[in-house]
């Protein structure tokens, strides 16, 4: 079974704190994937990375980074935390094997709440 | 611009009977059509998917059809049960674009 691990479930941080996501997925995956989920608003892509030190942006990359420094391990950064950053962090990974392609795995997420 | 719909936040339904979830896509690129069920505190697990290819694509109590010149899927369990109560995203993708639906939590009441 594909495992997705997020290190932390939740995590409350302050306002202009940096904060370090951590994802790590151990089926040799290419693609990495950083959603956050809100209510009304689905899932929605904030960065991803095709292979090792790659990083393409998403939809709503504002106000954070990415590191992919190992195959395994994608790492989620903000900078400097706002409250509207609150939100539910979803972590993919995804082969590029052609039948499987569109199908990602999903970590269980990290609940952030920035005060 | 949220390019795949779930137009019906929450469905109730007494087990043993139909859940019928609807989703809406407006980009005509899309080519793969997937679903995703989500309970609380664990991430989404994939349930079944589509090809633009086909119309239905049947796994078990879960079905899926596809209208392509509706732009329109829909995702069939039968029959109901009480462990399907979930948040389910339907999710569309083109080449290495794939974009999610903002979700329907699927109550089964016993």
């Known amino acids: 079974d594909v495992k997705v691990t997020q290190s932390s479930r939740y995590l409350v941080k302050r306002t202009g704190e940096k904060v370090f996501l951590e994802c790590v997925q151990d089926?040799?995956?290419?693609?990495m994937f950083w959603y956050r989920q809100d209510p009304g608003l689905g899932l929605r892509l904030i960065y991803f990375?095709?292979?090792?030190?790659?990083?393409e942006k998403g939809d709503i990359p504002e106000g954070y980074s990415v590191s992919r420094e190992k195959k395994e391990r994608f790492s989620l950064i903000l900078e400097s935390a706002s409250t509207n950053q609150t939100s539910m962090y979803l972590c993919?990974?995804?082969?590029?094997?052609?039948?499987?392609?569109?199908?990602?795995?999903f970590g269980a997420g990290t609940r952030l709440s920035v005060l | 611009d949220q390019q795949v719909k779930q137009n019906s936040p929450s469905l109730s339904v007494q087990e043993g009977r139909i859940s019928i979830l609807n989703c809406d896509y407006t980009n005509s690129m899309f080519d793969y059509f997937l679903w995703y069920k989500k309970y609380p505190a664990e991430g989404p697990t994939f349930l079944i998917s589509?090809?633009?290819?086909?119309d239905k694509n049947e796994d078990g109590r879960f079905t899926v059809f596809l209208n392509k010149s509706a732009k329109h899927l829909s995702l069939h369990i039968v029959p109901s049960q009480p462990g399907d109560s979930a948040v389910y995203f339907c999710a569309a993708s083109a080449d290495n674009d794939m974009r999610f639906g903002a979700g329907t939590r699927l109550t089964v009441k016993p």
């Open positions: 993919a990974s995804r082969t590029t094997g052609t039948l499987a392609k569109n199908i990602q795995y």
């Open positions: 589509i090809s633009s290819i086909k």
């Open positions: 089926m040799d995956h290419e693609n």
């Open positions: 990375s095709y292979d090792v030190k790659m990083k």
